[in-house]
C-alpha cells in the first residue's frame, strides 16, 4: 500500500514539473495528462472499493466484548462522546447525509466561474482524483486496519442488536468529515488558484472552506458515531488532500527575480548572468 501511494505522489510530480516547459505561456492553472490521471483515479477508485470489500469482512464484536466496556477507560478528551444524552436526535442521520452529498457536490459551483467553466474537464477529472485519494487514506488507513469502537455502543440504552451487528468498530477516523473536507478545500484551492489576486482574502475562502465538514462533523458526533479525534482527524486528511492534490498538478509561473540574464552585443556578443543571494 505505501509503494501504491509512493508512486502516486511521484507521478503526480512528474507530471507537474514535465509540463511546465510547454505549458508555461498557457492561460491553464493546472497541467494534467489524461493519459496517467485517469487510469489512475480509476485505479485508486477500484483500490478503494476493494478496501470497503474488506471493511465489510471485518468481525463483529460479541457479548463479552460489549459487556466489558468501560466508558472510563477512553481519555478523558474523547470520552465526551459517550456521555451525552441519549437518543440522538431523530433526523440527526438524515441531516448528515444530506451534509455529506451537499458538500460532496459543493465544487459544482466553481463553474460558475467563467475561468474555471472554460477548464471543466480537467477540473472535473482533478476533484475525482482528489476523492480517490482521500477514500484510500480512509479506508486503508482507518477502519480496515483498526478497530475502535463507535461511541454508541457504549450506550445501555442502545439495542444488543446493534452492538453485535456489523460497522461499530469503524470509529476511527471520520470518513464522512474526511470527504465533506476533501470537497470544500478541494473548492477554496481552485478558487484561490485562479485569483491571486485576492491576497490576503484568500483566509476568508478557507475559513469558509471549515463550515461543511464542522456541520458533518457536529452530526457524526451527535449521532454517537464518532469520538472528537476521530472527527478532528478526518477533518485534517480531507483538508490536506483537497489542497495538496491540486498544487502538485498546479503550473509554476513564477519567476525568480533574483535571476538576471541579459543578452548584450557589441565589441563582443554574449549574455550577462547576474544572480543576487
Known amino acids: 500500500m505505501k509503494k501504491i501511494f509512493l508512486l502516486f505522489i511521484i ?3 512528474f507530471n507537474d514539473t514535465y509540463g511546465q516547459d510547454s505549458l508555461s505561456t498557457s492561460k491553464k492553472v493546472y ?4 493519459k496517467i490521471d485517469i487510469p489512475l483515479t480509476v485505479g485508486l477508485f477500484g483500490l478503494s472499493i476493494y478496501g470497503f470489500y474488506r471493511l465489510g469482512e471485518k468481525p463483529t464484536l460479541d457479548i463479552y466484548q460489549i459487556n466489558a466496556l468501560d466508558k472510563n477507560d477512553i481519555w478523558a478528551f474523547d470520552r465526551v462522546a459517550v456521555e451525552q444524552s441519549y437518543p440522538a436526535p431523530s433526523n440527526i442521520y438524515t441531516v448528515s447525509d444530506i451534509a455529506l452529498w451537499t458538500s460532496y457536490f459543493l465544487p459544482a459551483l466553481l463553474f460558475i466561474d467563467k475561468e474555471i467553466r472554460s477548464e471543466w474537464l480537467d477540473i472535473t477529472l482533478l476533484y475525482f482524483e482528489t ?3 482521500n477514500l484510500n487514506l480512509y479506508v486503508w488507513g482507518g477502519p480496515v486496519f483498526t478497530e475502535r469502537i463507535r461511541p454508541l455502543v457504549y450506550y445501555e440504552e442502545e439495542s444488543m442488536e446493534y452492538k453485535l451487528g456489523p460497522e461499530t468498530t ?3 477516523f471520520s470518513g464522512h468529515v474526511s470527504i465533506s473536507a476533501g470537497a470544500s478545500f478541494f473548492m477554496a484551492k481552485v478558487l484561490s488558484d485562479y485569483h491571486p489576486e485576492w491576497g490576503a482574502k484568500k483566509i476568508l475562502v478557507y475559513t469558509a472552506a471549515l463550515i461543511p465538514p464542522v456541520i458533518v462533523g457536529y452530526c457524526r458526533y ?3 458515531m464518532h469520538f472528537p479525534t476521530d472527527l478532528m482527524l478526518g477533518l485534517a486528511v480531507g483538508a490536506a488532500v483537497g489542497i495538496t492534490v491540486p498544487q502538485l498538478h498546479k503550473i509554476t509561473r513564477e519567476i525568480n ?3 538576471s540574464i ?3 552585443t557589441g565589441p563582443y556578443t554574449g549574455m550577462a548572468f547576474s ?3
Open 11 to 13: 507521478s503526480l510530480l
Open 31 to 34: 497541467n494534467l495528462k489524461p
Open 131 to 133: 476523492q480517490a485519494v
Open 170 to 172: 469503524d470509529s476511527f
Open 222 to 224: 451527535r449521532g454517537f
Open 257 to 259: 527575480k533574483d535571476l
Open 262 to 264: 541579459v543578452p548584450f
Open 275 to 277: 544572480m543576487r543571494f
